[in-house]
């Protein structure tokens, strides 16, 4: 907006577009647009128009190859693409028209924060076109915190962390989370996964060594594309099977079932039932038992009366003690 008593320049304001006039933002993190919600969005807009005004800043300068392009979208583009599809299958251009908050040309930078708190506030981008853009924001602004990032563009912590933690895969594992659906292998996928490679580095670095990162993962996308991984909550089976013998499995037993699972079609979920999930379940208990008995001792039983139902609770609590630890005499 301008400074001259808070009314718009000649260059700001609503106005009602074409979409020839209309050209994509280059700096949109939104790059995935599958095609049911498309569907949808187009339906509608076949019945009643373009409804919410889409936001757009007038474009500097004139392209000779297109001089009818004047305007780049800030946020609508899914808008603009349904109307010059409804205008290409009835042949007629223009015939949708596109209402637009038009605003001040933008910094490059601004322009991507922007999207990314306009977005924000709506539906948020998957994953992987957040991070990629992201990326960006952080070169413009070397050295900033998570907190600040997360400040600026309007994303939770855990979610610039995520973008974060997902930039550090090679840019081929990327490209597998922008295919188009069902090919897509969503950037969550690698997230989950990224505990896992971490630990298998600390726990078995020759293991490691040997199959390299890529190679690690690789194994997991053929597990995944195979449906031997049929959900991402695997890797949590995997990290618990890992760290298993802290809680009393045999360390050689697992580490031969680590490096099966990564050297062969496998299932985790087999492995994680038959060596570490029973482990999983005792080391829960324990916990619950550690939390019991501190408060047990803080618990002042000589003033509840006999009649407290605790004290049955606790005999009986003592009786399937008993029993456990006269098994494992």
Known sequence: MSAN??????????ATLRSEEIE????????????????????SIEEVGILIPIFAYRKRGVDPKHPEIKYVILDGERRWLCAQEIERERGKPGIIPIPANIIAEPTTLQN????????????????????????????YLKGKSIVELAKLTGLTKA????CRTLLSFDKKYLDMSLRERPRRITGDF??????????????????????????IIDKFVEKYESGEIKAVTEFRDFANLIRSPDMGAAPAVIERKVENLLTSPASIRSAFKEEAKEYVKAE????????????????????????SPIFPSLRALRDVLDKILEKRK
């Open 112 to 139: 991507i924060l922007m999207m990314f708190n306009i977005h924000n506030v709506r539906e948020a981008w998957e994953l992987t076109p957040a991070a990629l853009k992201l990326e960006v924001v952080m070169r």
């Open 284 to 307: 829960k208990v324990r916990m619950a038992a550690d939390r019991l008995t501190k408060n047990l001792k803080a618990l002042d039983t000589q003033s509840l009366s006999k009649r």
């Open 190 to 215: 690698f997230i989950q996964m990224h505990p896992v490679l971490e630990l298998i580095k600390e726990r078995y670095p020759e293991i490691y060594r040997t199959l390299g990162r890529n190679g």
């Open 159 to 162: 979610r610039v962390r995520d």
């Open 24 to 43: 994509r933002n280059p700096q949109n993190p939104r790059i995935l647009f599958d095609s049911e919600p498309m569907a949808i969005l187009k339906k």
């Open 5 to 14: 008593k808070g009314q718009p320049s000649p260059e700001e304001g609503l």
